[in-house]
């Protein structure tokens, strides 16, 4: 009895052993399969914030590129209010209708009546009048393109040359004459295709069709022309 006794509780001990390595090796892998998942899980986390990290770069890049295009399309529309609001600059009239020769003094005033050097005419005009003012026949009689039309309310005359014009001076540069071209203001001189007026029409001067550096007096308006 003591023989078969002793057989019992080894073979009841090593049943214990082995149910004891039994357990300690399903808990080491419901252990590891543990770690596992909370692996996977973890990964799987960090994969999804890194996604939603990317996407929400995304979205804030597209925001941004979308601000600056809108940034860019309100300075653009600025620009164009401005250009529009800004006013262009006159063109050139091509008008035969007159106008003062003060209304465009950033371009040739004259230009209009076919003269191409203002500063020239300009010159001439104050020489007339100085001549004029000094009661100078001869040097205004070099101021008058011949032939010379002198009108009045009735007829016309044509004066053909230098010497018919210093023969009839007086008749033909009346009071009303001189004092209209002394006192006329080289600002207010009025303009059209014809040529340059004088007063309210009583000298009309232009250049001279075969020399467009020279300019004169080509028509005079008076109420009476002596014969």
């Known amino acids: 009895m003591p023989k078969n006794h002793e057989f019992g509780n080894q073979k009841m001990s090593r049943r214990l052993s082995l149910t004891a390595i039994l357990l300690t090796l399903t808990f080491v892998a419901l252990t590891g399969c543990g770690q596992d998942k909370n692996a996977e899980t973890i990964d799987t986390g960090s994969s999804t914030s890194v996604i939603e990290n990317g996407a929400g770069g995304n979205r804030s890049g597209s925001a ?65 009048q100085k001549a004029v003012a000094d009661n100078d026949k001869e040097k205004v009689a070099n101021y008058i393109l ?26 033909i540069f009346t009071d009303a004459i001189r004092e209209a071209l002394v006192n006329q203001k080289t600002d207010d001189l009025f303009v059209n295709y014809q040529g340059v007026m004088v007063g309210s029409g009583e000298l009309w001067l232009r250049r001279a069709t075969d020399n467009p550096k020279l300019f004169g007096v080509f028509s005079i308006n008076l109420e009476t022309v002596a014969n």
């Open 64 to 128: 941004q590129s979308d601000k600056a295009a809108k940034e860019s399309e309100s300075a653009e529309n600025s620009d164009t209010d401005a250009q529009k609001s800004t006013p262009s600059a006159p063109a050139a009239s091509s008008d035969t209708s007159s106008s003062p020769a003060a209304s465009n003094p950033s371009q040739n005033p004259f230009e209009v009546a076919g003269i191409q050097d203002p500063k020239a005419f300009l010159n001439t005009f104050k020489a007339l």
């Open 146 to 171: 011949y032939p010379l039309r002198v009108n009045d309310s009735e007829k016309s005359l044509t004066i053909p040359n230098k010497k018919d014009f210093m023969a009839k001076y007086d008749q």
